[in-house]
């Protein structure tokens, strides 16, 4: 473990959550923290829980299914939150350990997901992922797709999916981005935006967000390798 101190963090990132929440005259509640704990072994994931963090994102199905099924034993109420890209022949998993995926953003897995869903009975919540900048590099569904992507998620596969999420290109100003997703949002009837992390939380409150993704401002800096 580091020197850094994750509950100082924890409470450092509520207390401006809540700031900018006031700032944008909005109520604190509907901004939701997911603790971003990928990479970070139990150990340090356990003062956060024992602070009170309940809502928390992995990257990969592996290494959450490695370190969650213990710490839920102790915590049986935390939220689990997939942030990180999902393959199709991980939906069995996924859909098994997450009650949330933020990053649903094709056709294959939203079939795979559709039929994981109806053999397990489990119903995780499903945001779209939209690549707003249109990065090649990126998973996500262009701004120009996201339309005709989430009809055929809803009538083709039959999943209700309740938000979008977005990550920004590091090099741009966040903003107009955030204010993409939240003018695609409304327009869909689509009440959860998940965008936002340590360093721009503050403009994705403005611009909506319900669900901000901190980690590093949190857990401290990630081992090199990550």
Known sequence: ?????????????????????????????????????????AEDIEPV??????????????????????????????ELHLIGPLQSNKAKEAVALFDAIHTLDRPSLAEALAKEIGKSGRKPRLLVQVNTGEEPQKGGVAPGDIDAFLEACRTTYGLEIEGLMCIPPAEDPPSPHFALLNQIAKRQGLKTLSMGMSADFDEAIQLGATHVRVGSAIFGTRPRNA
């Open 49 to 78: 829980l024992a602070a009170g963090q309940r809502v928390f994102g992995e990257n990969y199905v592996q290494e959450a299914k490695t370190k969650w099924p213990g710490l839920r034993e102790r915590y049986a109420d935390v």
């Open 1 to 41: 473990m580091s020197d850094h101190d994750p509950v100082q963090g924890l409470n450092e990132v509520r207390a401006a959550i809540r700031r900018a929440a006031s700032d944008y005259d909005r109520d604190p509640a509907s901004v939701t923290l997911v603790a971003v704990s990928k990479t970070f072994p």
